[in-house]
């Protein structure tokens, strides 16, 4: 047990799908994983494990914004030993291709300043997606329904935003869309050896004002939970 995981040693898969949304990870794990088991309940952040075609998978909220993610991607790696772990989260859309409920695969995160900052200091690292991951979700990606686009996000720290002339920019840039945990995920693999990944559903369009229910976002984004599956256990 952790100050803010109460699963046993062992409880915790070596891959771990991490949603924002901890009613989200219940969702999922009901609907994909075989005998899924509740191994934490600390704080209301739900976490299931169980199995996918034989192969073990923890699916665990990382709540919202990347302080709270570092907390679980933390402990989940250093105390509990995942190895492997993919962000299943929602987004919003930042380019006029990209459509309601497309999924993007997310290459590398731009950010204003992670939780790393402090340890990075004067270096502009730049998280990036582990290639095997990214490379079998594209794969993946062809075998279902979903429109998928892979390149760069940005995370953001808020999501009522005030800057126009920053999104401006980041979609002139090319920027897929907008979440709030990814690029602290990528750094915290990359400081750790592991792989990790994010794949992303579109639920808001910030150039159409698009947007999907709470109920959807939580219990409709299968594509890219499968997704995800298929590319950990390639
Ligand atoms: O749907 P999740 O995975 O929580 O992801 C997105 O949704 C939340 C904001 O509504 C933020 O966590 C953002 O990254
Ligand atoms: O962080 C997020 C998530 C979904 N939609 C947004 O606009 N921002």
Same mark, same amino acid.
């Given at each position: 047990m952790t100050v803010h995981i109460g699963a046993e040693?062992?409880?915790?898969?070596?891959?771990?799908? %991490?949603?924002? +949304?901890?009613?989200?990870?219940?969702?999922?794990?009901?609907?994909?994983? /075989? /005998?899924? $088991?509740?191994?934490?309940?600390? #704080?209301g952040m739900l976490g299931f494990t169980g199995t996918w075609k034989g192969n073990r998978v923890t699916i665990h909220g990382s709540g919202m914004g990347m302080p709270s993610l570092s907390i679980y991607a933390n402990e989940l790696i250093r105390d509990y030993g995942a190895k492997t772990l993919i962000r299943i989260g929602s987004c919003g859309a930042m380019q006029e291709h990209v459509g309601i409920r497309d999924v993007i695969?997310? %290459?590398?995160?731009s950010s204003l300043s992670t939780p790393s900052r402090g340890i990075f200091r004067e270096l502009n690292f730049a998280p990036c997606a582990d290639y095997g991951l990214l490379n079998a979700a594209v794969e993946a990606a062809?075998?279902?329904?979903?429109?998928?686009?892979?390149?760069?996000?940005?995370?953001? +720290?808020?999501?009522? /935003?005030?800057?126009? +002339?920053?999104?401006? %920019?980041?979609?002139?840039?090319?920027?897929?869309?907008?979440? %709030?945990?990814?690029?602290?995920?990528?750094?915290l693999a990359a400081r750790h050896g592991v792989r990790a990944l994010a794949v992303l559903t579109v639920s808001d369009h910030l150039l159409t004002q698009e947007a999907l229910p709470?109920?959807? #976002?939580?219990?409709?984004?299968? /594509?890219? $939970?499968?997704?995800?599956?298929?590319a950990a256990f390639s």
């Open positions: 040693p062992g409880q915790i898969a070596e891959t771990v799908l %991490m949603p924002g +949304d901890p009613l989200r990870a219940e969702w999922a794990a009901n609907t994909f994983l /075989d /005998d899924p $088991v509740c191994v934490n309940r600390v #704080r695969v997310a %290459m590398t995160a062809k075998g279902t329904g979903a429109t998928c686009h892979v390149g760069g996000i940005y995370s953001s +720290d808020v999501f009522y /935003d005030e800057r126009p +002339d920053l999104t401006e %920019m980041m979609t002139r840039h090319g920027i897929l869309g907008v979440e %709030m945990e990814a690029a602290e995920l990528y750094n709470s109920e959807d #976002r939580q219990s409709s984004f299968g /594509d890219m $939970v499968q997704i995800a599956l298929e």
